[in-house]
């Protein structure tokens, strides 16, 4: 089922062959709830509680394949949610460090990631928007829910050559990619209508 997926997702555009090899690797089953099982190899996304969803995996792959990951690249991952982004990034080698601001999903996942041996860096409870001062600059910053503004914090979080890939937008977002030319140069490009669940900003 998975060679599958990773067939549909390579008829709908995916080329790097890492990502999808990755997708042929990962069992996506066992991000999701139970119930779901069965549909976890369909080109969808699905609740994972706390009212926010496992992405599609055409995006997953289409936003990992922005970032152009090469081993040992220290990635900033906003949004853990299932982890399954999460998964696909160390599959690609790369060192991840990733934030999720929901208490319940941070401690799900942080356990699961445990059970399965995945080991990013760092899993943080925490909110997105600030990016993380203290492990900056990255080489790749991944967002993984809707921003209604790119947060500065994270443009000043990339290493120059580095790549921050972000959905923006309020009720459907614009796929965006920003390639850092200097320490204040800018490459902005977009890429398509998506759908997120939103990035929230926290308010205190
Ligand atoms: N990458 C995830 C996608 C989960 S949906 C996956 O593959 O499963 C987006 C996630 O972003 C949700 O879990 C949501 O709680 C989280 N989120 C929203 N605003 C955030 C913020 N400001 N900081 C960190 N995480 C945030």
Do not use: C, W
């Not at 069965?38 to 609740?47: E, N, S, T």
């Not at 394949?65 to 599959?91: D, H």
């Amino acid at each position: 089922m998975r060679n599958k997926l990773a067939e549909v997702l390579s008829d709908k555009g995916i080329k790097d062959i890492n990502v999808l090899k990755a997708i042929k690797k990962i069992p996506r089953h066992l991000f999701l709830d139970s119930g779901f099982e069965d549909h976890a190899y369909q080109d969808k996304a699905f609740p994972i509680g706390a009212d926010q969803t496992i992405s599609q995996p055409y995006t997953v792959a289409f936003q990992t394949e922005l970032l152009r990951i090469k081993p040992n690249n220290k990635i900033l991952e906003i949004g853990t949610g299932s982890g399954y982004q999460t998964a696909v990034l160390l599959n690609l080698k790369a060192k991840v460090y990733t934030i999720e601001r929901q208490l319940e999903l941070f401690k799900k996942t942080k356990l699961f990631f445990g059970k399965m041996g995945y080991r990013p860096k760092k899993i943080i409870f925490g909110d997105g928007y600030k990016g993380l001062p203290e492990e900056a600059p990255f080489d790749g910053i991944i967002v993984t829910a809707g921003a209604p503004e790119v947060p500065k914090a994270l443009m000043s979080q990339l290493k120059v050559g580095g790549r921050l890939v972000i959905p923006v937008g309020i009720d459907e977002q614009v796929m965006t990619l920003f390639v850092r030319k200097s320490g204040k140069e800018f490459e902005k490009k977009e890429l398509g209508s998506f759908r997120f669940v939103p990035l929230l900003e926290d308010k205190n």
